[in-house]
């Protein structure tokens, strides 16, 4: 897949460079205009994949902004998420404002990296997909006993348009594996009772699950003499790849695209 693109239309510092951290972090190509005027020339040369707008610009309000662009049959389409500072006691108001606007989501500033993720993954999702991006939405099974990787990365696949299940031990994860059948499995190695190898090597001998991508994870490389000794340990156990904690994000996308595309 092709890295989605966004704008962002925002002239507060602070919030736009950590929104642009959260971003880049998963994955996304993020382009920062602080003007709303230059913000729809951007639009027209960049064509992104979603606008997140500031209501308060220094030109022009951001609803204004987010109407004309979707007033314009070229840009319609495109996801705009507006944010403001303006205070929570007038979020409905400020909500509805959005909403009679056109704009497709609405949050009030600070808004949590992990709050930003999900909705825009929320977004993407809903914006009418084509043939071949439907069946780049692929079905992803996390199998991890960290509750904070999980998340993180769930976020990050869902922000890539990918479907996410989660299993927090090996015999979750089997049974989630079996009954959902995923296009692909990130599976972590040390975990409580069934260590990840082994829960690699069972989900190769069930016939439902053993044409299913595995790659695996693990910190435990960076502890042995011989870290390549933890990569050997997943091949022996048919695992199909193999990434080191802490995981760089950029690295996890790539591979799970290269075993989709087999």
Request: negative net charge.
């Amino acid at each position: 897949m092709d890295r989605k693109k966004i704008l962002i239309i925002d002239n507060d510092v602070k919030s736009t460079e950590e929104s642009r951290k959260v971003l880049e972090n998963v994955g996304f190509a993020v382009t920062v205009v602080t003007q709303g005027k230059e913000g729809i020339e951007v639009v027209h040369n960049l064509h992104p994949d979603l606008v997140i707008i500031e209501a308060m610009l220094p030109d022009v309000n951001g609803f204004s902004v987010c109407r004309e662009l979707k007033e314009n049959p070229d840009y319609r389409s495109i996801p705009i998420l507006i944010v403001t500072a303006l205070g929570t006691s007038e979020e409905t108001y400020l909500s509805n404002m959005a909403t009679e606007h056109k704009a497709d989501g609405f949050l009030v500033k600070p808004v949590s990296g992990s709050d930003l993720l999900q909705k825009i993954g929320d977004m993407l999702s809903s914006t009418t997909p084509s043939t071949k991006e439907i069946k780049s939405r692929a079905k992803i099974l996390l199998i991890d006993d960290d509750p904070d990787f999980l998340d993180a990365t769930k976020q990050l696949l869902i922000a890539n348009r990918f479907q996410v299940l989660t299993a927090e031990n090996g015999e979750e994860g089997i049974g989630k594996a079996k009954y959902e059948k995923p296009d692909l499995i990130v599976l972590d190695v040390i975990m409580p009772g069934k260590d990840g190898y082994s829960v690699c090597y069972e989900l190769r001998q069930i016939a439902e699950t053993r044409p299913i991508p595995i790659i695996m994870l693990t910190a435990v490389g960076q502890q042995l003499s011989k870290p390549e000794y933890a990569m050997d340990m997943a091949i022996d156990h048919l695992a199909d790849d193999y990434i080191d904690k802490p995981v760089d994000t950029q690295t996890l996308i790539r591979k799970i695209e290269k075993h989709l595309r087999r």
